[in-house]
Structures are given as structure tokens and as C-alpha cells.
């Protein structure tokens, strides 16, 4: 679950003024105080913290097999705590996420790591850094240039499920499968300590656009990043303004949202088929190739890992160029029609859209329609790497299919339970066949209809929620009267 503020700046520009010839047009304030190198800064860190939730997650794929022997039982029982751990990390955001919005990024960020460290702690410590990460995007950045910096929080992910099988391999056939929770746990404190030390707060609810000086508690304690310390102090004792009302803790209303609901299992479907390979990869490829030891299969990660680094660069790029694309031809349109009726369009944008950061701006089909391209590719990977397996192939064979798994989601715990007695009633081949076919299936439906009725639904709230305005607002004049 990703976290997210709302955003301060008004998405639909005011109306368009005769120019005057003696005064030019004052600019709009930034929208962060914090610069490009800090706000650099502040991502990176952010993406590292957020590799921790996949690679923590993958890093013992590599050894399921010899944990398996150790412990004396079947790999579909060692494959169950991988859905335990998988359950937790779903679950886990739903309650640090609402805190992140409340109390701001940095301690939750901070108090996930340190959970992570406890090790009995960590898929719920590690699940929701990712969600931070998103969250700390939203408070510096645009929505037009989010893409970019969103590109470099989910590379962690990304790179997360191939870094870590291989030094579980690593680990597991140099010092011992034991040794890959000791290793857990160090990584996470030499990642903390710069934490504590300079991750700045970002909250807007809490620091506005990065001028307002945060709580003592909610400071670095090398405050080297730090855009109130650049103001007078009177700017720092600003309350923030109405936009960065306090958030609601409880995000389950979310889910009676169509749109919200579609996105995240059209997500779901995907991520439980990118995950189920890592999770299965180490059993089909002892079976397949037997001359692989523990640390050659942790190698076979790596294009896993190259995908990840292709992806994190160049689709948030991508993203971000078809977002302006978007953003540019509507507002040629509508610059159209501000011309031909400026005052009907201005009065149906403010009836119709009260409310709605994007307006009439179809944020849906700007943000999901390249979905559609990842997922064909996605399907046409697995399918491709389940019949490489079943025919033995050359071992590049499906290693080069691995390269196109580059689509991630939410759904991989339940996937990953069941995947060993699929595997044994349908053979390799037409298990991916299958699972591939069902996403390539369903999750470009769901993203179809998102795109299609999302303006429509986000309308209908947008409505919804100006008129329960409307009547707290009549509510409180007549309480004021009496």
C-alpha cells in the first residue's frame, strides 16, 4: 500500500487574464523547498532502505532445498514460510503506512529498520519501506516528475529479488544457511545508522514544502538536509496551511473505491507471478541442470537483477514523458476551450471537479497505459522460461526469459503456496503457460476498465464530496445563527 499526502498545489490552472503591460506574472512558489541534490539524496536513501523488503524476502531461495533436507521435510512446507513471511509484508503497510501520514516518514522509517534487525520482526519491519518510499516522492515531488524519482525507490525493489538469492548462495554454501539471518541483521544496522543521522523529515503535514522546522523527535540528528534551516525563523513557526490537514489513520475506505480496488489486483495478479519464479527457480533448476551448486544458483539471479536496473532507469523516464505528453495535450484542449467559453468551462470544472487534484485531467490512461506493453511482455517471459524448463534447454535459455519478468504487484503469498503441487500436477511447461495466461489476461482487463471509468468515479467522489462540504458548511451557519 503505497502512502501518499495530498498534494498541495492545484492541478487545474487559474483562469486565464488579459496581460498587463506594467506588471509581469508573479511565478508560482516552488513546490519543495528542498533542492534537486537533496531531494536525490533523500530518494536514494530511500530506495536503499527499500531494498530490504524484497531482498529479505529472496535471500534464502537459494538454500529451500537444503533447509528442506536439514529439517527433514518437503519443499511445499518450506515453501509455506515463505507465504508466512509474504502475509506479513502484505498485511504490515495497512498499519505503518496511516502512521507514516501521521506522525511523519522518518521515524517509521526508522522503526521499520529496527525491525527488521530483530529478525523474528522482519517481513513486517521490511514490507513497508517500499510504501515509504513512495510516500516520501509524493511529499517533495511534482506528479509530473515522480516518474524519475519513483524509478530509483522501486530499483531497490527491483534489484532486491536478484541481490538477495545470490548472496544467499553465497552464504549458504560458503558459512551455512544460518548465516543469511546474521546477515540480515548487520546490513540493517549499517543502513539504520545513516538513517538516524540524516534522513530528513519530509511529511508535508508536518514540515509543509521542507521551510517549516519539524518536532525535536522528528530531526536528524545531523541535520544536514534541512530547507528550514535556510528561512527566518518566523516562516519556521507557520502552522502548515489547509491542504496538509491531518490525515485520516484508517485507509480501508480506499477499498470501496472500484478504481482503487482493480489497480491493486491487476498489481496483485503480476507481482504473484514475479515472485513465484525466484521462489520455484532454485528447485526447477536442480532438477533441470543437477551440476548447479547453491552459490551457481544464486548466480542465475542476475539477469533478474539486470532487468531490475533496465527497468528502475528507463521505465520511470518513460513514465514521466508520457505523463507530460498527457498533461501538454490537455491543456492545449483546454486552453481551446477556455477561449471559446472560459467562464462555463471554469464554473463546470468547480461543480464537477470540487475537490479532485486532477480534475479533468485523465491521470488513469497518463499513468497505466503503458501497463499493457510490460504485461505482454511479462506473459510472453513466463511462458517462454516454463518450456525452456520442461525441455531442458541450454540454461541461457531461460535465463533469458527471466529479463522480461520486469512487471511487479502484490499477490505473490498465495501463488507461492500453491505452486509446488501445480508444478507437480501440470509439469513446468504448462504451469507457466497458465499462470501466464491469466495475467496476461486479466490484469490488462482490469487496467482497461480503470482507465475507461476511472474519470467517471473519480467525478462521482469528487461530487459526492462537494456536496457533504456544502452541508457541514450549512450545518455550521445554522448552529452559528441559533
Request: charged residues 15%.
Amino acid at each position: 500500500m503505497s502512502v501518499s499526502t495530498p498534494d498541495p498545489q492545484p492541478p487545474v490552472p487559474d483562469a486565464p487574464s488579459v496581460p498587463s503591460q506594467q506588471s509581469a506574472p508573479t511565478p508560482a512558489p516552488p513546490f519543495s523547498a528542498f533542492t534537486k541534490r537533496e531531494k536525490w539524496i533523500i530518494v536514494v536513501m530511500a530506495g536503499v532502505a527499500g531494498i530490504f523488503s524484497p531482498i529479505s524476502g529472496s535471500i534464502y531461495f537459494p538454500a529451500i532445498p537444503t533447509i528442506a533436507k536439514d529439517f527433514n521435510t518437503s519443499i511445499s512446507v518450506i515453501n509455506l514460510t515463505v507465504t508466512v513471511y509474504m502475509i506479513a509484508q502484505g498485511v504490515s503497510p495497512v498499519i505503518w503506512a496511516p502512521l507514516a501520514d501521521v506522525y511523519g516518514r522518518r521515524p517509521v522509517f526508522i522503526a521499520c529498520l529496527s525491525l527488521l534487525a530483530a529478525s523474528i520482526f522482519q517481513s513486517s519491519g521490511s514490507a513497508s519501506t517500499i510504501a515509504l518510499g513512495g510516500g516520501v516522492i509524493s511529499d517533495i515531488a511534482t506528479p509530473a516528475e515522480r516518474g524519475g524519482y519513483l524509478g530509483i525507490v522501486t530499483l531497490g525493489a527491483m534489484l532486491g529479488p536478484c541481490i538477495g538469492p545470490i548472496l544467499g548462495g553465497v552464504l549458504a554454501g560458503q558459512l551455512g544457511w544460518r548465516w543469511i539471518f546474521w546477515f540480515l541483521c548487520i546490513l540493517t544496522g549499517v543502513c539504520l545508522v545513516p538513517m538516524v543521522l540524516f534522513f530528513p523529515e519530509t511529511l508535508r503535514y508536518i514540515v509543509g514544502d521542507g521551510t517549516i522546522a519539524p518536532p525535536t523527535w522528528n530531526r536528524p540528528l545531523i541535520p544536514v538536509i534541512a530547507p528550514w534551516r535556510r528561512v527566518s525563523p518566523d516562516t519556521d513557526s507557520k502552522p502548515p496551511g489547509p491542504a496538509a490537514k491531518r490525515p485520516k489513520m484508517n485507509p480501508l475506505p480506499l477499498f470501496r473505491n472500484l478504481d482503487v480496488l482493480l489497480t491493486l489486483f491487476a498489481g496483485g495478479l503480476s507481482y504473484a507471478l514475479f515472485m513465484t519464479v525466484p521462489a520455484v527457480i532454485s528447485a526447477l533448476f536442480q532438477d533441470a541442470y543437477p551440476y548447479l551448486t547453491e552459490t551457481k544458483i544464486g548466480l542465475c539471479f542476475l539477469p533478474l537483477g539486470f532487468a531490475g536496473i533496465v527497468s528502475g532507469f528507463v521505465s520511470g523516464k518513460i513514465a514521466d514523458r508520457v505523463y507530460k505528453a498527457e498533461r501538454r495535450q490537455y491543456d492545449d484542449n483546454r486552453k481551446r476551450q477556455l477561449e471559446a467559453d472560459g467562464e462555463k468551462v471554469l464554473k463546470d470544472e468547480e461543480e464537477e471537479w470540487a475537490g479532485d487534484q486532477f480534475a479533468g485531467f485523465p491521470v488513469e490512461r497518463a499513468r497505466l497505459k503503458l501497463s499493457f506493453l510490460y504485461i505482454a511482455l511479462m506473459t510472453l517471459s513466463c511462458i517462454g522460461f516454463g518450456w525452456c524448463l520442461k525441455a531442458k534447454v541450454s540454461l541461457a535459455g531461460p535465463l533469458v526469459f527471466e529479463v522480461g519478468r520486469i512487471e511487479r504487484g502484490r499477490f505473490g503469498a498465495v501463488l507461492i503456496a500453491i505452486i509446488d503441487p501445480i508444478l507437480k500436477a501440470m509439469g513446468v511447461g504448462w504451469t507457466f503457460v497458465f499462470f501466464g495466461l491469466v495475467v496476461g489476461v486479466l490484469s490488462p482487463l482490469m487496467t482497461f476498465v480503470v482507465i475507461w471509468r476511472g474519470p467517471k468515479w473519480r467525478k462521482a467522489r469528487a461530487k459526492k464530496a462537494r456536496l457533504l462540504a456544502e452541508a457541514e458548511q450549512a450545518r455550521n451557519e445554522t448552529e452559528e445563527k441559533s
